[in-house]
């Protein structure tokens, strides 16, 4: 596993510059990325193009041995270029103009930006495609990030008239498929539709989703486009994107697809303060992040590009953007950077280099202060290099269980939630984190992804199953879970005519004939757990596998499949997988809620998350008496732990 950091070498006097490689190279680092945000600097004046400091700056970091990670600066089109051609503004979903003055103004479907975003690739990728130093891509820089990958613009509202065009037949069908005769919404050409923003209630769902379908094509052309320009002219390099946390406002498995490589960008403490997590949670893991985060995310990108992935930003101390940015304990960013190694990455990159003194991000730490001097994560980013050095290759993890994600899912239940806490994400996240607390090996997979080698098979929910993938679930020699919502609605947003969970009841005889979401507080108890959120009423002859206490059925099997009737917590989860891993004669190894576990070739590292020692030996046979190569039986917070299991 290589080791990068993101650097901006237009923020600095080019006499640091060679300083600051040694440094790196003396740190164990050998990747440089830069570039996402340098156009203005590149190209100061429409078509006056300034190569010479970003050619010293290349040279410069090859003279002491980096490899560069160059990026396309589109995600940051320069003043000149937004005063040309002003409707190439994205707008928000009320309509408002996201304006320039910071970054990801543009709007994904202006064609004319298109075409800039291709002239500015084309020449960076003319100018370095064939350099030596220049070992990979990045394209753009987190599609999406500040809430950007759907626009309102006048420009999105014309190709999406054509999107859909192309996708229905013609008006009549297309009026039939959203149910337009509902609320007199029937159109007389596709000419006539507008965007699913600004009405004065809901949106049509129908609408809604096509519309978010659409906009996740865009983002899918907009890259692919850059993608065919560097593989045009930089052969032989991987092209990467870094994608984000807990972001599902586009196909990811989708774009993955014209990628060699899928990067994530890693902030786990950010992460754990900006979403849904208690408050208990935000406080015990405020140091350290919620054990899943980092791991929920390296799982899901690994399967995104068979099985190829970096770490292209890391946290390396307190970060500017969250609602309250505390300091990692010290320990983890080694922690994190071990825990990618364990999960297979080929790269962790540190954002950033040093702290920029200036700007909006001048609160953001980077391995370096403003004046040069070590931050923390210096320090631990030196000892590790040491450390992956002497551990080599990690190898890869066996596969026992597959979690399949849906970007598409998630779409559904953002479309129509039916309650406040109704989000498939969280749904995902919470059934992947009982599998890991129960110490599986997860890999999270697309809904088309090959499931037959795998000993368990989780899918959080698939609202909109066809009957072909039942049948590829019911033909598994596995144990699989199919959770509330699955088969609810038709390809078109329609409660399907034989009533959810539709195609599933070929195989699994029940019907779901209610369904009621629940705020806080109102839960239905069962035998050692609860039901909150979401439940289902169901009909069926099958008898219940579980029940509520009042005597409602919740989880039905018949044959291979299960299907879970209700939004589970923790010990509901638990006691699922226990009983599927028992069918599938997988051992389970029940971890204490802090301490993560995770097996590469015939290595198993271990990792505490939480504020007090963690005593292996109480929970892992033989862990007292076995040699390690990294720590050993007493976990420390922050600790990690690694051995052979030979
Ligand atoms: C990422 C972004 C970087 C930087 C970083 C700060 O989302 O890609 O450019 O803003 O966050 O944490």
């Given at each position: ?268 403490l ?17 140091r350290t992040g ?25 946290q390396?101390g307190p ?7 505390p300091a990692p304990l010290p320990g983890m960013v ?42 923390v ?261 922050a ?8």
């Amino acid at each position: 596993m290589h080791l990068g950091v993101c650097y901006y070498p237009e923020h600095w006097p080019e006499d640091w510059w060679a300083d600051d490689a040694r440094r790196m190279a003396e740190m164990g680092i050998s990747r440089v990325r830069i570039g996402e945000f340098a156009w203005s600097r590149i190209e100061p004046e429409p078509g006056r193009f300034d190569w010479g400091w970003l050619d010293r700056a290349i040279d410069t970091l090859a003279r002491h041995g980096l490899d560069v990670i160059l990026c396309t600066p589109t995600a940051t089109p320069p003043k000149w270029l937004v005063d040309a051609m002003p409707d190439m503004i994205a707008l928000d979903v009320a309509g408002q103009p996201r304006r320039f003055g910071s970054r990801r103004h543009y709007c994904f479907s202006h064609r004319g930006y298109r075409r800039e975003a291709a002239r500015i690739t084309a020449e960076i990728a003319e100018r370095y495609g064939a350099h030596p130093a220049v070992i990979a891509w990045q394209t753009d820089n987190e599609y999406g990030c500040h809430d950007t990958a759907l626009s309102y613009s006048a420009a999105a509202a014309t190709e999406f008239r054509h999107w859909l065009a192309r996708h229905h037949t013609d008006i009549d069908t297309l009026n039939r498929a959203w149910g337009n005769v509902f609320w007199s919404m029937e159109y007389r050409s596709f000419a006539e539709i507008g965007l699913p923003n600004l009405t004065v209630t809901e949106p049509n769902p129908a609408h809604v989703l096509d519309f978010q379908r659409f906009a996740s094509d865009e983002v899918v052309a907009f890259n692919r486009a850059q993608v065919e320009i560097l593989r045009a002219r930089s052969p032989g390099r991987d092209i990467v994107h870094n994608f984000m946390g807990f972001f599902t406002q586009f196909d990811h498995h989708a774009v993955s697809r014209d990628l060699d490589v899928a990067g994530w960008d890693s902030y786990p403490l950010g992460f754990l303060e900006q979403f849904w997590f208690p408050v208990a949670d935000k406080l015990r893991y405020a140091r350290t992040g919620h054990p899943d985060i980092a791991a929920f995310h390296h799982d899901l990108y690994r399967g995104c590009s068979n099985g190829r992935w970096w770490v292209m930003e890391q946290q390396p101390g307190p970060v500017n953007w969250a609602g309250f940015n505390p300091a990692p304990l010290p320990g983890m960013v080694r922690l994190w950077t071990l825990e990618a190694m364990a999960h297979g990455a080929e790269l962790v990159s540190y954002f950033r280099w040093r702290q920029a003194p200036f700007g909006q991000e001048q609160m953001h730490t980077g391995l370096l202060r403003p004046n040069c001097s070590d931050d923390v994560g210096a320090q631990e980013v030196g000892g590790v290099a040491a450390e992956i050095a002497r551990l080599a290759t990690a190898g890869a993890a066996p596969q026992p269980v597959a979690l399949v994600f849906s970007y598409a899912a998630d779409w559904v239940f953002g479309t129509q939630p039916q309650g406040r806490s109704v989000r498939y994400l969280e749904l995902a996240f919470a059934m992947y984190s009982a599998l890991r607390q129960l110490g599986f090996d997860i890999d999270i997979v697309a809904p088309d992804a090959d499931l037959s080698g795998y000993a368990l098979v989780v899918v959080p929910s698939l609202p909109m199953i066809d009957a072909a993938t039942v049948d590829r679930l019911a033909a598994l020699a596995c144990p699989v879970l199919l959770g509330p919502r699955t088969g609810s609605k038709t390809a078109d947003f329609a409660i399907p005519a034989i009533l959810p969970p539709g195609p599933l009841q070929a195989h699994l005889p029940l019907r779901i004939v209610r369904v009621e979401s629940l705020r806080d507080g109102l839960v239905h108890p069962g035998d050692g757990f609860v039901v909150s959120r979401w439940l289902e009423h169901v009909e069926t002859a099958l008898p219940a596998e579980i029940s509520l206490d009042d005597g409602r059925g919740i989880v039905f099997a018949k044959g291979n499949l299960r299907y879970l009737a209700a939004w589970p917590d923790a010990a509901l989860l638990a006691r699922l997988f226990t009983t599927m891993a028992a069918d599938a004669g997988l051992a389970v190894t029940p971890l204490p809620a802090d301490l993560r576990l995770r097996r590469a070739g015939d290595r198993v590292f271990a990792f505490n998350f939480g504020p007090d020692p963690i005593d292996l030996g109480l929970w892992l046979p033989g862990a007292a008496a076995r040699d390690y190569l990294l720590g050993g039986a007493d976990l420390p917070p922050a600790g990690v732990s690694v051995w052979t299991t030979q």
